[in-house]
């Protein structure tokens, strides 16, 4: 039922976004000249997919986990959209192909290793990554991977078409902050 509504959704959001889309990348052109960021993350089963996002951080910004980045590598469009949680907006193409789930763990990169071993002795890699989630809606990001694989684990366990809505209307409404970047 989960991944009906993902597909729906997801293709509502592209078809009424699809101005505000155009929109940010415009701006992103203007701002980077890249305004697409695009990067291999771990998918359901530990397989590869491409992940793909608004930049917000300066093109030449060394491909780490956000946390691990600096702060001076975020641009001024880029911090409006991490605030906004806009840069999230492409990932919709990510959902309506299935590599991703509007709900479920964030997609961490394979040079996470510390993070991919905690989530794969609790089984976080069978299900889809997601945009957001329990995690996300409690500032949980991936600086503390235990913490946040507990955190994974425990919504997978509690998932039900509840808890799917209710993360989504929470991080609608602009609960959680975001991944860190290193000040």
Do not use: C
Not at 20 to 33: A, E, K, N, Q, R
Not at 122 to 132: E, F, K, Q, W
Request: hydrophobic share 45%.
């Amino acid at each position: 039922m989960i991944r009906f509504f993902d597909f729906v959704f997801s293709l509502l959001g592209l078809i009424v976004g699809s101005p505000i889309l155009l929109v940010i990348y415009v701006l992103g052109l203007l701002d980077t000249g890249s305004p697409v960021f695009i990067q291999e993350r771990v998918g359901r089963a530990k397989k590869p997919f491409t992940l793909i996002k608004f930049r917000t951080m300066k093109v030449d910004t060394a491909s780490v986990a956000s946390h691990l980045a600096s702060v001076s590598s975020i641009t001024k469009l880029g911090g409006f959209l991490r605030k906004t949680k806009l840069d999230e907006l492409p990932q919709l193409w990510n959902v309506l192909k299935g590599d991703m789930s509007l709900v479920g763990p964030r997609p961490n990169l394979f040079n996470q290793d510390e993070l991919i071993a905690e989530r794969e002795a609790l089984g976080i890699y069978a299900v889809r990554p997601g945009i957001t989630g329990l995690a996300q809606i409690n500032e949980i990001d991936m600086s503390t991977p235990k913490l946040l694989a507990e955190t994974d684990a425990r919504m997978i366990r509690e998932m039900s078409l509840r808890n799917y809505f209710s993360f989504i209307i929470q991080t609608v409404v602009g609960k959680g902050a975001g991944d860190r970047v290193r000040h």
